[in-house]
């Protein structure tokens, strides 16, 4: 799976959801041309198992909200054999037959017949299934299979239309030098944050790091040796900060981080890592000026704001950015 595909469920992406309406058409419609009781577009996830991302929605459909709870990676489903072969798969009756012994969809729900067929990202990378479910034995034709491959196509191509997207929108909120989000990136993460900290009463904490005597790099050793610096310093914020938290580059030599916290320690000891980090940063640019015995120094600030938050994000970056003005002069006396 590319990069850009972040989050675990991707139909849970905003970006997706005109997408979702039309895959709700396409199973609905499935099902009334199938005679099935069910079709699906399940999602599947490597490290969380499958879920059932949309669903038919008929009287005979015992779930007809999607599934909450992802179906484990060894389940024994009918999806997990198109998953693991990508390849369409039919079972027409699935009773009395050993390797569907332990299948929860046939023991549990009673659904004896499957059709399935993968779904697939541009790379080839498996999305997940369409697929039908019936609870008596079917005789599908050819023509019915061809039916769902068109059904196929059509969710597959939501998916390439999807992945242009995100590299688009990554391209226009990523810092190219350094690879976290630029300024656009990270306020527009930061907002996000901001809404969700005042909706679930949490604390927001701001890092400002600032790469201390980027001339000095620049004239020292030269302009390759200053980059290297600055792409040190992305590499040791983004190693060092927590999963909850968002990074960027927000200037020519300054960085921000943000996240949820309990109090003013949580950010100090991100500081901490970053600078320890840097300590034994050992950067080697071809063509220096003359060796490099440095590694970067930053100056910090950080700032906490409790709640309720009544502060806009310009007025939390401020107050930050004073912060680390505070430490960069302390730094300097």
Not at 114 to 140: H, I, N, S
Not at 165 to 178: G, K, V
Not at 223 to 238: E, F, K, M, T
Request: hydrophobic content about 40%; overall charge negative; charged content about 25%.
């Amino acid at each position: 799976m590319v990069s850009h595909r972040k989050l675990d469920w991707i139909t849970q992406d905003e970006a997706i959801a005109a997408s979702l309406e039309k895959w709700q058409r396409v199973v609905d419609l499935l099902t009334k041309l199938l005679g099935a009781d069910v079709c699906y577009v399940v999602e599947f996830n490597k490290n969380l198992g499958y879920r059932a991302a949309v669903t038919s929605q008929t009287p005979e459909n015992p779930a007809p909200d999607a599934a909450d709870h992802p179906a484990p990676l060894d389940s024994n489903i009918y999806c997990r054999q198109v998953v693991e072969t990508k390849m369409p798969f039919y079972e027409p009756d699935a009773r009395n037959k050993s390797e569907w012994a332990d299948n929860p969809e046939l023991t549990e729900e009673g659904f004896v017949s499957y059709l399935g067929t993968p779904l697939l990202w541009p790379d080839g990378e498996v999305f997940g299934t369409l697929c039908a479910f019936d609870k008596k034995q079917t005789r599908y034709d050819a023509t019915l299979k061809q039916l769902m491959e068109v059904f196929r196509d059509l969710i597959e191509a939501d998916l390439r239309l999807y992945e242009q997207l995100q590299i688009m929108r990554d391209l226009s909120m990523t810092d190219p030098m350094t690879g976290l989000n630029n300024r656009a990136g990270f306020e527009l993460l930061a907002q996000q944050k901001i809404r969700i900290a005042k909706r679930y009463h949490h604390h927001i904490g701001i890092i400002f790091i600032d790469l201390d005597n980027l001339k000095h790099w620049n004239d020292e050793y030269g302009h390759a040796a200053g980059d290297a610096a600055l792409r040190a310093v992305g590499q040791a914020i983004s190693e060092c900060i927590r999963e909850v938290d968002i990074c960027g580059r927000i200037g020519g030599d300054e960085f921000a981080v943000l996240g949820y916290v309990r109090n003013r320690g949580d950010l100090t000891t991100i500081i901490t890592r970053v600078r320890n980090t840097l300590d034994h940063a050992k950067l080697t640019v071809p063509n220096a000026k003359s060796p490099i015995h440095d590694t970067p120094q930053i100056s910090c600030g950080a700032s906490v704001f409790f709640d309720p938050i009544d502060k806009s994000l310009d007025e939390m970056m401020a107050a930050a950015d004073l912060e680390m003005y505070r430490d960069k002069k302390n730094r300097r006396s």
